[in-house]
């Protein structure tokens, strides 16, 4: 059986992790209130360190390592955000970085990545299997694998996010959350479990991915192809083991959302917050905009996850919405 991590475990990355992860801004719109007729706290991980949530996991499962895997090495696969977030937590703590890539993944997270020190090995998203890839670079060169979400120390770390939100705003009515392979989700039940036990804690992911929700409705993690969104970083195919009971353990649903609503909740925070938000970091408010009349007098929480996108695919977007 699995022992899963607890908000005890949340409490104490935080501490593991201060000095190093920002604490992010919790900005409020008033288009957002008037359009949703609640009071909407946005909680901007587009404002992290590397640009994303991922920092925070990354920092706290790093900082947790022996002297001897600092000295042999980091392995780890992602589309993007959790590879900047490994590379750039392996520099500060001193140690090398590997990291698997899609051949696909957004050319400034490539470059990120890269520049943050990490050795990047590139793959077919659609043809092979980036874990395989990752565990036998782990048994070659004696690396420490981290995977992208299903780990107690990433899970953790992932749910400083909302304990910082909800220390600020106090209690809340409803939280969504952006889900690919659940580490966020995970980490933010256990934070909003703790801090606000009556909030109703949604996981969104794109229509084309919608496994997680599949997996909640079977009572069993079910697995996809690679789908097909324009959300990078929610392009996973099954939730972990230890991402999948916790949220199945606290889920109050998974929602999902299209491509063309992501792209609306993009020009949503470019022009009336004056923010940059990657796509996959657009799924948890395209759902509280989906979800508005429910919503009604409520006091809610949107995780914007994360605002690493490539300037020309944006321009691209937007162009063709």
Known sequence: M???PDYGDVIAAAQRIAGHANKTPVLTSHTANADVG???FFKCENFQRMGAFKFRGAMNALARFTPAQRNDGVVTFSSGNHAQAVALAARELGMPAT????EDAPAAKVAATKGYGGKVVSFNRYTENREEICARLAEKHGLTMIPPYDHPDVISGQGTAVKELLEETGPLDALFVCLGGGGLLSGSLLAAKALSPDCMTYGVEPEAGNDAQQSLRAGKIIHIDTPRTIAD?????????YTFEIIRRDVE???TVSDDELIACMRFYAERMKMIVEPTGCLSFAAVRKMKDSLRGKRVGVIVSGGNVDLARLAD???AA
């Open 2 to 4: 699995l022992a899963l």
């Open 38 to 40: 609640a009071q909407v």
């Open 99 to 102: 990291i698997v890539m899609p």
């Open 233 to 241: 970083g929610a392009q996973t195919q099954h939730l972990g083991n």
């Open 253 to 255: 649903d998974i929602l």
């Open 317 to 319: 977007y937007f162009a």
